[in-house]
T-cell receptor, first 116, second 115 residues
Framework: DTGVSQNPRHKITKRGQNVTFRCDPI?????LYWYRQTLGQGPEFLTY????????KSRLLSDRFSAERPKGSFSTLEIQRTEQGDSAMYLC??????????????FGPGTRLTVT | AQKVTQAQTEISVVEKEDVTLDCVYE???????LFWYKQPPSGELVFLIR??????QNEISGRYSWNFQKSTSSFNFTITASQVVDSAVYFC????????????FGAGTRLFVKA
């Protein structure tokens, strides 16, 4: 297993455009998480999925953001009408679940978004 | 409130020195999990350790050791005989048992190890 992968690694877009990022988790992991990280800060939770169900969304996730995990495998995060404040690193992580144990999350390399 | 504080923004040491990174957390949950992650210049967060709130035993893994003290809500991380490859940003994180599976990260401590 090669770990969590994310595409693209970098994205530069103009304000007002839509962007979509993809995350492929570790294959046996049924939980998938999205975080946003700005310069000098720790990752901030955005949302998470258990299989294909989106179970929690942060208040940070405005109406312009939507995430899907249609078949319980890969996930996409779309940002509509991007704003300069959306510029950040978007991190995906995955983990096992079961038995009430909080398994550690394994992170992908991230997608760096720059909105000009 | 659930919160993680890493008061040290940056630390600079010379190779072979020992260094301790501080982490203080806040939660009202009695069951929770604590983590440390390393983020090297390449950017990918690397999991280092997980500790649950019922296990206060200190842990050592090679040059790394962790000191969990529930009485002071601290989970400090020590690197012994630091090496240049230890240069990275280190994040402490908290996952309370309530409120879903949101993990709360501290702002990180940037460690510079000079040769």
């Amino acid at each position: 297993d090669t770990g969590v992968s994310q595409n693209p690694r970098h994205k530069i877009t103009k304000r007002g455009q839509n962007v979509t990022f993809r995350c492929d988790p570790i294959s046996e992991h049924n939980r998938l998480y999205w975080y946003r990280q700005t310069l000098g800060q720790g990752p901030e939770f955005l949302t998470y999925f258990q299989n294909e169900a989106q179970l929690e969304k942060s208040r940070l996730l405005s109406d312009r953001f939507s995430a899907e995990r249609p078949k319980g495998s890969f996930s996409t995060l779309e940002i509509q009408r991007t704003e300069q404040g959306d510029s950040a690193m978007y991190l995906c992580a995955s983990s096992l679940s079961g038995g009430g144990t909080n398994y550690e999350q394994y992170f992908g390399p991230g997608t760096r978004l720059t909105v000009t | 409130a659930q919160k993680v504080t890493q008061a040290q923004t940056e630390i600079s040491v010379v190779e072979k020195e020992d260094v301790t990174l501080d982490c203080v957390y806040e939660t009202r949950d009695t069951t929770y999990y604590l983590f440390w992650y390393k983020q090297p210049p390449s950017g990918e967060l690397v999991f280092l350790i997980r500790r649950n709130s019922f296990d206060e035993q200190n842990e050592i893994s090679g040059r790394y050791s962790w000191n969990f003290q529930k009485s002071t809500s601290s989970f400090n991380f020590t690197i012994t005989a630091s090496q240049v490859v230890d240069s990275a940003v280190y994040f402490c994180a908290l996952r309370p048992n309530t409120g879903g599976f949101k993990t709360i990260f501290g702002a990180g401590t940037r460690l510079f190890v000079k040769a």
